[in-house]
């Protein structure tokens, strides 16, 4: 199963235990995508690792498995609970810890982390707000992997949506698109259920721009970067 087509099944919020479950398995069967995690860090000690709407955890394992110190945060309290228990099967729960909390509002202080983590979840949040408290929380010589959605990724879900008769896959869709682009033209994102709770997708114009706000730029891109999740390896401006 290709990442795109694990992320169309999703909706909103719609993360659940069984997909935390998945996204473990996914990311043990394919060695590769620890190895490039390991990659992007290179050069950097790390010691402390922070992954942001981290479902159970996964991307951290490399790190956790070297030594670090992993902490995971989700507002989903499910996701802790499933992380913690993949954790234990690789007898390295006492190196993790998971915090039910927001990105918004991310709760260490400044310069704590070598390391951080937001992979497909960006989109839920307030993206200035969060962007900062990453921004915040980065050791002047950390790195940011974050994987976004990109227009193309509700564009398919659309289309999907409408094909494959997931009426409200599509209306949702249609409506991130509607935000997205009022985003675009005014920089604005809203709130509200008209406008899908304020989810939104980033071009790579606007996300260089998001990340320039807060003194981040793009270094490069993972090998899982695709036209519709992008993937960056983000380091401080
Ligand atoms: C699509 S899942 C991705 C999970 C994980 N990063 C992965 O790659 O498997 C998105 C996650 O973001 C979490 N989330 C949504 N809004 C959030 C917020 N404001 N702060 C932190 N996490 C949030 C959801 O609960 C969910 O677990």
Redo the contacts with the bound molecule.
């Keep these: 199963m290709s990442d795109e087509q694990t992320?169309n099944d999703?909706d909103q919020?719609?993360?659940d235990v069984n997909?935390?479950r998945v996204?473990?398995k996914m990311?043990l069967s394919d060695p590769g995508r620890a190895s490039a995690l390991l990659h992007a860090a290179r050069g950097v000690e790390v010691s402390r690792v922070l992954?942001?709407?981290?479902?159970?955890?996964?991307?951290m394992l490399p790190f956790v498995a070297k030594g670090a110190l992993g902490f995971g945060?989700?507002?989903?309290p499910d996701?802790g609970k499933i992380g913690r228990e993949m954790f234990e099967q690789k007898k390295l729960s006492e190196r993790v810890n998971f915090l039910v909390?927001?990105?918004?509002h991310i709760p260490f202080s400044e310069k704590s982390f070598e390391v951080l983590?937001?992979?497909?979840?960006l989109?839920?949040?307030?993206h200035q707000l969060?962007l900062a408290e990453m921004s915040r929380v980065m050791r002047p010589e950390s790195i940011l992997i974050l994987?976004y959605h990109s227009p193309y990724y509700y564009f398919r879900k659309f289309v999907d949506g409408l094909r494959y008769r997931y009426f409200n896959s599509a209306v949702h869709a249609s409506r991130v698109i509607c935000a997205g682009f009022i985003y675009q033209l005014t920089g604005k994102q809203f709130f509200g259920r008209l406008t899908a709770g304020g989810e939104i997708f980033q071009t790579r114009r606007t996300i260089r721009r998001a990340l320039h706000n807060v003194g981040l730029k793009c270094r490069s891109e993972m090998p899982d970067s695709n036209r519709q999740t992008p993937s960056l390896v983000i380091v401080k401006e």
């Design positions: 992320y999703l919020f719609s993360a997909y935390f996204e473990w990311f992954d942001i709407g981290c479902g159970s955890g996964q991307e945060m989700d507002v989903n996701a909390a927001s990105g918004t983590i937001c992979r497909v979840a989109m839920y949040m307030n969060a994987k």
